[in-house]
C-alpha cells in the first residue's frame, strides 16, 4: 500500500506537524464537484498538438499543428504543457477519467521521448535555458506537473524529473538566474523536489548558492513597509509582483531543512506585511506587477491589474504549508477558505476559460485558456479534495465544508469519514466515522472564524462547544459507526473602502428621483478624481463599503449608473434593517432597491454588471 501523504520529516530540521492526503479523498454532489468537473472538462479542450508543438520543434521531431501564440508560448515556450499536466495530474489523483488519462500519458510520454541524454526536458534549446523566465515560472510548471503526473500513477515521471533536477543543478546558468525575469518564483522549485520521495540534499544546497537573497530576507525580517512593491537592486529584474509570495514556499523550505530562524523570521514578517496592506475585502492580493502600488492602495475600477488568481493560488499554498507547521492556527485556513470562493472559484469561467483578474467593480473578466492564471487554476482546481482535510499519526483534521467522502489509511485499519453538507448554501455540516477495528485518535473540527457566535456540536449523547477561530477537539477511541452534528452560522462582516479610488465629491439628485443621491460625471479613473479632491481639502462625501457573509464576498448585481457606480439610498452601518433574505439560498433583496441582488460575488458571469462596493452617503 503506498503512503497516504509524503511524511519527509525524516530529511528535515523542522517537522510539520500533519500531512495533506495524497488520495482517498472523494467529492460528493456539490459547489467543489462542480468546480472539479468543469476543471476537468476545461482540460479537455486545450489542444494536444498544440501544447507540445516546442517540445517536438526542439527533439528534430514532426511537429503538427500549430502552437498557441501571445506572450504564454511566444516568450514562455512549453507552459502550457505544464498547465495540463498540473492540472490532469492532480484531479486524477481522486479520480479517474480516461480522456483525461489519455491527455497526461500523451504529455508525459512525449515529454519523456524529447528529454535529452543529459536529463534537459524543455522545450527550448538549452542555450535558450537561462533567459527570460525559462529557469523559474516554466522549470516549475515542468516539476509541478510531472509530480502530479507521478501521483497519478506515471512512476517513469519519478525518473524524469530525477534526472531533469540533476541537470539543473550542475547547469552553467547558475550564476546568472536569479537576475533573470522573475527570479524569486525559482526559489520553491529545487525545494519542492527536495520533500518529494525522489529529493536530495543538493536540491536545497543549489537552491540557498544561486537563489536566496538574503538581503531581501533581511527587508522582511526588519518589515520595510515598501518593501513589498519596491525591490532596490541593480537592473529591472526580477520586478515587484504579488508573486513573490511563492518564494516564501519555498523559503520555509529552507527552514524546515535548516532549521536556521531567519528564514521563518522573514516569512512571518512578509505575511503580516501583506496581511497588514494588501489584501484585499474578500482575501484577493493587490499587490501586482505593472500596478502603481502603494500600501493600501486597493484598485477597483478595471482594468487595473489586481486580485491577479497566480497571486492568490501562491497564498492559498503558502497558508496550507503553514498550516501544516501550525496547524492550529485556524487564522491559515481562513485565508486559504476565502481566497478559494472569492479568487479562485469566482475566476472559473464555465468549463471554456479561467480569469486573470478577479475584479470586484462593475464586471468581471472574461476567462482565457493558457495564460498564467490558467495554469494555476486547474492547479488549485485538481487539488480541491486535498485542501478539506489534513492528516496526522493520531489527528485528523475537518478544515474545510464540502460534500466529500474520506477513506484515512492507519496502521489499524481504514477510517471511513463521509461529510454530508450542502454548504456554503446551507450551514448544517454531519460527519460519519466509521471504524471497522477500534481506534484512538482525536478528530479536531474547524470553526471558522467567521461564524456568528459559539458552535454546538452534537457528537452522539455529548454536546460541546466551539468556539469562533479555533478547532474543537474530540479525543476518543472510535468504535463502529458515529455521528456528529453541528451547524456553521454565517456572520456577516462590514468593510469600509479606504483605498486610492475614494469618493470624494459631493452628490447630486437623480431627475426625476427625489431623494436619490448620484455621483456628478467623473473622468475615467475615479482614483484621480480623489486625489484632486483630496487637495483641495474635501472630505469624503461618499463611501463605500462591502460585505462578506461567512467566507463569501457579497456582490450588489444589478445596473450601474453612467459612472459606473450603484448608490445605495441606506445607512451602511445599519444593513441589518435593509437586506432582506430571497427565496433562493445566498440570495437577498434590498429594501426599496428593486433592481439589485446581494449575492456571493463567485456566482456571477462576466455579463453581470455588479459591485462589492457601493456607494453610500455621508451625513
Known amino acids: 500500500m503506498p503512503n497516504q501523504f509524503n ?3 525524516q530529511k528535515n530540521a523542522i517537522p510539520d506537524r500533519i500531512f495533506s492526503p495524497l488520495y482517498g479523498v472523494r467529492l460528493k454532489e456539490g459547489l467543489f464537484a462542480d468546480v472539479f468537473a468543469r476543471n476537468r472538462a476545461f482540460l479537455k479542450t486545450i489542444d494536444l498538438d498544440a501544447m507540445l508543438y516546442w517540445f517536438r520543434r526542439r527533439a528534430g521531431k514532426d511537429a503538427p499543428g500549430e502552437p498557441y501564440h501571445g506572450h504564454f508560448e511566444d516568450n514562455i515556450k512549453g507552459q ?8 490532469a495530474g492532480n484531479a486524477l489523483r481522486w479520480e479517474e477519467d480516461p480522456e483525461l488519462r489519455r491527455i497526461l500519458d500523451a504529455l508525459v510520454d512525449e515529454i519523456r521521448d524529447c528529454q535529452e541524454l543529459d536529463g534537459y526536458l524543455m522545450a527550448v534549446p538549452q542555450t535558450e535555458f537561462g533567459t527570460k523566465e525559462y529557469p523559474h515560472y516554466v522549470r ?10 507521478a501521483l497519478a500513477g506515471r512512476q517513469d515521471a519519478w525518473d524524469m524529473l530525477r534526472r531533469w533536477q540533476d541537470w539543473f543543478n550542475r547547469c552553467d546558468d547558475l550564476p546568472i538566474i536569479r537576475y533573470l525575469n522573475l527570479a524569486f518564483q525559482g526559489v520553491v522549485a529545487s525545494t519542492y523536489l527536495y520533500n518529494t520521495p525522489i529529493g536530495r540534499q543538493e536540491d536545497i544546497d543549489t537552491t540557498i548558492r544561486y537563489y536566496e537573497e538574503d538581503w531581501r530576507l533581511g ?24 508573486t513573490e509570495i511563492e518564494a516564501m514556499e519555498g523559503y520555509l523550505d529552507l527552514y524546515r531543512n535548516t532549521g536556521k530562524h531567519y528564514y521563518l523570521r522573514a516569512v512571518e514578517n ?9 489584501i484585499s475585502v474578500g482575501g484577493g492580493i493587490a499587490m501586482c506587477e505593472f500596478l502603481d502600488a502603494s500600501p493600501q492602495c486597493y484598485p477597483l475600477a478595471p482594468p487595473k491589474p489586481y486580485n491577479e488568481l497566480c497571486c492568490s493560488s501562491f497564498w492559498i499554498l503558502l497558508n496550507q504549508r503553514l498550516h501544516r507547521l501550525f496547524p492550529d492556527r485556524e487564522s491559515y485556513v481562513a485565508e486559504m477558505e476565502a481566497s478559494l470562493y472569492n479568487i479562485a472559484i469566482a ?23 493558457v495564460h498564467c492564471c490558467c495554469g494555476v487554476g486547474t492547479r488549485l482546481f485538481g487539488l480541491l479534495p486535498e485542501f478539506i482535510y489534513s492528516i496526522g499519526p493520531d489527528t485528523l483534521y475537518v478544515d474545510l465544508y464540502a460534500a466529500s467522502r474520506f477513506e484515512w489509511e492507519r496502521p489499524e485499519g481504514v477510517v471511513s469519514v463521509n461529510m454530508d453538507t450542502a454548504f456554503p448554501f446551507a450551514d448544517e455540516i454531519t460527519l460519519e466515522i466509521d471504524c471497522a477495528q477500534a481506534q ?9 472564524g467567521w461564524a456568528a457566535g459559539p458552535v454546538v456540536i452534537s457528537d452522539g449523547d455529548k454536546i460541546l462547544t466551539g468556539q469562533p477561530g479555533s478547532y474543537a477537539g474530540i479525543r476518543r477511541i472510535w468504535r463502529g459507526k458515529n455521528r456528529i ?9 462590514l468593510t469600509r473602502y479606504t483605498g486610492k479610488e475614494t469618493i470624494r465629491m459631493p452628490g447630486i439628485q437623480t431627475p426625476g428621483i427625489p431623494g436619490t443621491p448620484v455621483l456628478p460625471e467623473l473622468p475615467a479613473e475615479t482614483a484621480d478624481v480623489a486625489d484632486q479632491s483630496h487637495d483641495h481639502g474635501q472630505t469624503p462625501v461618499w463611501e463605500r463599503y462591502a460585505l462578506e457573509y461567512g467566507p463569501l464576498l457579497m456582490a450588489f448585481a444589478g445596473p450601474l449608473n453612467e459612472c459606473q457606480h450603484r448608490i445605495l439610498p441606506h445607512n451602511p452601518q445599519q444593513y441589518t434593517d435593509w437586506i432582506i433574505p430571497d427565496s433562493q439560498p445566498l440570495s437577498f433583496r434590498v429594501k426599496e432597491v428593486a433592481d439589485v441582488r446581494l449575492v456571493p460575488y463567485f456566482t456571477l458571469d462576466s455579463q453581470q454588471p455588479f459591485t462589492c462596493y457601493p456607494l453610500f452617503t455621508v451625513d
Open 7 to 9: 511524511d519527509n520529516n
Open 80 to 87: 502550457t504543457a505544464g498547465l495540463a499536466l498540473m492540472g
Open 140 to 149: 516549475i510548471w515542468l516539476t509541478y506537473g510531472l509530480h502530479a503526473a
Open 219 to 242: 527587508q522582511f525580517i526588519m518589515k520595510e513597509r515598501d518593501a513589498i512593491h519596491i525591490r532596490r537592486q541593480p537592473g529591472y529584474e526580477p520586478h515587484p509582483h504579488g
Open 270 to 278: 512578509f505575511y503580516e506585511l501583506y496581511k497588514q496592506d494588501w
Open 347 to 369: 475566476n472559473q469561467d464555465g468549463e471554456t476559460g479561467i480569469r486573470y483578474f478577479a475584479w470586484i467593480d462593475q464586471h468581471k473578466q472574461p476567462g482565457g485558456k
Open 440 to 448: 484512538d485518535f482525536e478528530l479536531k473540527l474547524r470553526i471558522p
Open 485 to 493: 452534528i453541528y451547524r456553521l452560522p454565517l456572520g456577516w462582516r
